[in-house]
């Protein structure tokens, strides 16, 4: 006789129930799947004792025949798929056949259920897999599904069960992540006969995301609308002021799917990068439509997980939508003043032929990065000057001298031809146009805006700014660099050494140079300008300490970008620090010149700003 058997039907169904029913979260996720599939408009899950005495999901869809209900319940029955090629386009939430027959064999399950085409509706009880009873039952159009005594038959996974407020906490997130891509759907949680949401249908899926994600976040939302090729996507970031200690706070889907998916959650940050410190998570509900032979949705039971056809495409255009939207939306961003977008709306007669990319939209925007690429060729002009310069510059003595000897490199923007060269214009005034009211505690610059009162940490402005700089001499390939006069010897250990040795030659693209001088000795010959030359050697440990955080073996952008991070935190002026009226002054106008002038290279704050309307409610001048 064969040792190899055929498992039992209800064995195997409790085998898949392993993958698929991990806790009464997911029971609640494959229920309110089902229902959606069935085309409810108004689905009701309520909840015993955090789903271990009952959950029960009911719902007005198309409901079953009795045949269907039976069938139901076998392993591999679904009527979503029906041959090969439907695999490769799946519309359906689900298409395994296995959620019911799994949750049937763990647990006490009744079901109820009524097609629209039938008077009369069927029931049928099941134990742990077996069919108990098979009746027919007077029952609304829809379907009821009662889940109770959630494995009461697996004690092992009973036992793993997290207490009642943290199944109920999986529970009501499974639910919000379902009302946030259905908006047209009623959803009601109720726990122990107590309604905890209730999420009446909502024509504007605006009113759905503060529905579920609060009222206070409505404001902060910041659309996103980007079709790129064949892929949509469409939803709602926050500002990077609004973030969360957790990622709770977002929720992905990819063709009406909700998906934990590590390619776009990484292109998600990575659109935040640099305006987010590091363990803080955004705020977003995105979806991602790609068609659907470009996606894999089954790659695991739970249909979590999804793989993309064309990963990296799909991972850069979210990861440059993320990273424009926030760009767009920053209060300090390039405006086209007043004159210039006056000019615009008199029509073509005023303006010729519209300069690439610029065109006359209704919000027109300059895009930064044509407005940096001319004023890049001339800084490079520049810079080649002042790279020839540079021995013989005079030394920087202190960060704060720095401010001055870094020149504002925003240029007029030339763009010639067009009714619009005003190059003046062009120019993003909103630092250099506040006006300074003073220094507090030697730490913070207090400004008045437009908008209302703001201060501005100078560490992080200048840390900023100095990271831009050497970010953009380093593109360049020009680095302005200041020989030491005494090169500096540097005594490592051994891993140390071996470190900054891998180092050594991307150093240099800073101007930041060292050469190995046997052993674990190395010396340091240039510094670059913009670093104040002082404690090269506790620069260089910096360096290599910051090398050693990220990994020495992470990308060598990634490590760069950690070490243009050291150097712009070494150099730039300190908290406690006295400065000049005209010592600001130059630093806001640097800031003016920056890409991201709201965030230091840490993603903290440079600014935060007090709206006039809010202090006078404060004040109690106006309610
Ligand atoms: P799948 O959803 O992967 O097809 P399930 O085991 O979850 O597998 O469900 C099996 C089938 O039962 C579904 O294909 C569907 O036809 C039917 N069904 C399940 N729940 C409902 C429901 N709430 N309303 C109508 N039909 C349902
Ligand atoms: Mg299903």
């Known amino acids: 006789m064969s040792k190899i058997r055929i498992l039992p039907e209800i064995l195997s169904n409790k085998i898949a129930a392993g993958e698929v029913v991990a806790r009464p979260a997911s029971v609640v996720k494959e229920l309110v799947e089902n229902s959606i599939d069935a085309g409810s408009t108004r689905i009701i899950v309520e909840i015993e004792q955090g789903g271990r005495r009952l959950i029960r999901v009911s719902d007005n869809g198309e409901g079953m025949g009795r045949d269907d209900a039976l069938l139901s319940l076998e392993r591999y029955a679904t009527s979503k798929i029906a041959k090969d090629p ?38 049928i009880e099941v134990a742990g897999g077996r069919i108990n009873s098979l ?15 959630l494995f009461y038959n697996t004690p092992a996974r009973r036992k793993f069960l997290k207490s009642i407020d943290t199944e109920m906490g999986h529970i009501a997130d499974t639910i919000a992540s379902m009302a946030l891509c259905r908006p047209a759907v009623q959803f009601r949680l109720s726990h122990n006969s107590r309604i905890v949401r209730n999420w009446a249908p909502a024509a504007d899926p605006t009113d759905r995301v503060a529905d579920v994600l609060g009222t206070a976040i409505k404001k902060e939302l910041l659309p996103v609308d980007r079709v790129s090729g064949d892929i949509e996507i469409r939803g709602w970031i926050t500002s990077p002021r609004m973030n969360r200690s957790t990622a709770r706070g977002i929720h992905l889907f990819v ?30 509900v995105l979806f991602i439509d790609v068609p659907f032979d470009q996606v894999d949705v089954n790659v695991h039971p739970t249909k979590h997980e999804i793989r993309f056809i064309r990963q990296k495409f799909v991972h850069d255009v979210l990861k440059d939508t993320v990273a424009d939207v926030l760009r767009q939306s920053d209060p300090t961003r390039w405006k086209v003043p007043e004159s210039a977008s006056a000019q615009l709306d008199q029509g073509p007669s005023s303006v010729s032929e519209p300069h690439s990319g610029f065109t006359r939209r209704p919000a027109p925007e300059i895009n930064p990065h044509d407005a940096r690429q001319i004023d890049r060729q001339d800084r490079t002009a520049r810079s080649t000057a002042s790279a020839v310069a540079a021995d013989n510059q005079p030394r920087i003595s202190s960060a704060t001298d ?54 501005i940490d100078q560490h992080a402005a200048h840390e900023r700014i100095v990271f831009e700089q050497l970010k953009r001499q380093s593109d360049e390939r020009r680095p302005t660099v200041q020989r030491l006069l005494l090169p500096e010897t540097i005594d490592l250990g051994f891993r140390e050494a071996q470190i900054l040795e891998k180092l050594v030659p991307q150093l240099d693209r800073f101007g930041l140079e060292i050469e190995p001088f046997g052993g674990n000795t190395f010396v340091v010959k240039s510094v670059p300008t913009l670093v104040h030359s002082g404690g090269v050697a506790a620069l260089v440990t910096q360096l290599i300490e910051k090398t050693a955080e990220i990994g020495v073996n992470a990308e060598m952008k990634t490590i760069m970008d950690g070490c243009l991070m050291v150097m712009a935190c070494h150099h730039a002026i300190r908290a406690h620090h006295q400065l000049a009226g005209e010592q600001i002054k130059a630093m806001l106008k640097q800031l003016d010149a920056c890409d991201n002038p709201s965030h230091c290279p840490h993603g903290r704050p440079v600014w935060i700003q007090w709206a006039l309307k809010d202090l006078e409610k404060q004040f109690q001048r106006i309610c």
């Open 86 to 123: 439907d695999l490769f386009a799946i519309r359906t939430l689900g298409f395994r056949g296995e959620a019911l027959p799994s949750i049937a064999s763990v647990s006490r399950f009744t079901l109820v259920t009524r097609a629209t085409s039938t008077d009369v509706g069927t029931q």
């Open 135 to 149: 009746c027919d039952v007077g029952a609304p159009c829809g379907t009821l599904i009662s889940v109770g005594s």
């Open 255 to 284: 063709n009406g799917r909700w998906v934990r998916d590590r390619v776009i959650q990484h292109a998600l940050f990575a659109g935040y990068a640099g305006r987010l410190m590091k363990g803080l998570y955004p705020v977003a």
């Open 402 to 455: 720095a401010i001055h000897a870094v020149t504002s490199p925003i240029n007029p923007v030339d763009r010639s031809g067009d009714t619009i060269r005003q190059a003046p214009l062009w120019k993003r005034r909103f630092f250099a146009d506040l006006v300074v009211i003073g220094q507090y505690r030697g730490t913070y610059i207090i400004c008045e805006s437009s908008d209302g009162l703001m201060l």
